[in-house]
């Protein structure tokens, strides 16, 4: 699992193979990831968009940007967390992924941005 906090906003994520897909003439590695969003903060957050860095060791990278995540954009009160859970593929048995949150303060409407460490994902048999 990895973690950093910023501006009193803790990210944790832990990561899963989910195993090799087929699709036309190429092999999809599939990763799961699950995100805590942990308010450490005495304000009240919202997350309001994503932006992503999805690296392969081919050199591919794709950036995703959108609202919210998994299409919500939840409120999360101070001491609070918030859970999700999504997926990537990759063309390549090794990446990793990298970002960050744009969230607006509550108690003085101010945005911010919170990193989202980065971290690997790795056919586990590439290990050995």
Request: net charge positive; hydrophobic share 35%.
């Amino acid at each position: 699992m990895v973690q950093q906090v910023t501006n009193g906003i803790k990210i944790s994520v832990k990561t899963k193979f989910e195993g090799i897909r087929h699709q036309v003439h190429r092999l999809l590695f599939t990763f799961s990831y699950q995100i805590t969003i942990e308010n450490q903060s005495n304000s009240s957050v919202q997350l309001l968009s994503r932006h992503w860095k999805i690296f392969d060791a081919l050199n591919n990278l794709e950036v995703i940007e959108g609202d919210g995540v998994i299409g919500k954009k939840p409120i999360i009160a101070p001491k609070k967390s918030y859970k999700y859970s999504s997926y990537c593929n990759l063309t390549s048995p090794t990446g990793a992924m990298s970002g960050f949150y744009n969230m607006i303060n509550f108690t003085d409407t101010s945005k911010f941005k919170v990193q989202i460490p980065s971290f690997q994902l790795t056919v586990p048999a590439v290990l050995n």
